[in-house]
Nanobody, 115 residues
């Protein structure tokens, strides 16, 4: 298994910001379409942001304009900048492949937005 390790979660007030990071020692993010997913209690996991190997990005409507996905090729990390957070954004956030390849899910990063 190739572990994905998410970090950067936390508790923030409505309107606040957080930055999540994802690292994996044996996945080269720049050659794979990667995504950030989230799962709230009682809900299915959903894809909220994706970045292709060419650097094209797209977002779920619910986060468009507030979240930004990016990657650092030199560090081989994937990030999700989350601004203007809302209580509805509270969930466990995961990174993984977002096209034709997925790896074992990591433990995720808990994001809690208080109203």
């Amino acid at each position: 298994q190739v572990p994905l390790v998410e970090s950067g979660g936390g508790l923030v007030q409505t309107g606040g910001s957080l930055r999540l990071s994802c690292a994996a020692s044996r996945i080269i993010f720049s050659i794979n379409t990667m995504g950030w997913y989230r799962q709230a209690p009682g809900k299915q996991r959903e894809l909220v942001a994706r970045i292709t190997s060419a650097g094209m990005t797209n977002y779920a409507d619910s986060v468009k304009g507030r979240f930004t996905i990016s990657r650092d090729v030199s560090k081989n990390t994937l990030s999700l900048q989350m601004n203007n957070l809302e209580p509805e954004d509270s969930a466990v956030y995961y990174c993984n492949g977002a096209h034709n390849i997925q790896w074992a899910w990591g433990q995720g990063a808990q994001v809690t937005v208080s109203s």
